[in-house]
């Protein structure tokens, strides 16, 4: 990998109030805001190669140095979040590094055998953004997250 910056670490939850409320007591910070992921013609989610209507909850924190993401799978629209979630139970997620290059990144680690399992887009002014996760667990135990900007 060619960066030293993460800037994201995830967890998935099954109940996002109260794992929420938690993390914002511990950390002494105002409750975060939850809100719903957009629907697949938004999101142009993939999963596992094909469209993806999956969504969830989510409710991010940023810190001085980091950002912490709470993400709950909603119904039982096929997702890797759900996938995640009912295999390995809640918890840790993924970490996520911002790229600058995450379409040559994410070839890169294709070839070397790490296939993305989801990737979609988000709206985000200046610019969109662009997610992939590629499942790592045999390796470092999680998943890892690519953020970078789509360029259309």
């Given at each position: 990998m060619k960066t030293d910056q993460v800037v994201q670490i995830g967890f998935l939850v099954k109940d996002i109030e109260k794992t929420a409320r938690a993390w914002a007591d511990f950390l002494?910070?105002?409750m975060p805001e939850i809100f719903m992921t957009g629907p697949q013609e938004e999101t142009h989610a993939v999963y596992r190669g094909k469209p993806c209507p999956?969504?969830?909850r989510q409710a991010c924190m940023d810190l001085a140095n980091i950002q912490l993401e709470l993400?709950?799978?909603i119904g039982e629209e096929p997702s890797y979040w759900k996938e995640c979630l009912d295999?390995?139970?809640e918890g840790l997620h993924h970490i996520a590094f911002r790229m600058d290059d995450s379409e040559r990144e994410l070839k890169e680690f294709e070839q070397q055998g790490?296939?993305?399992m989801q990737q979609g887009e988000w709206k985000e002014e200046p610019h969109n953004g662009f997610y992939a996760y590629l499942d790592m667990q045999d390796s470092l135990k999680c998943v890892?997250?690519?953020l970078g900007h789509v360029k259309h």
């Open positions: 002494g910070v105002e999956g969504r969830i993400i709950e799978p295999r390995d139970g790490h296939p993305v890892i997250e690519l």
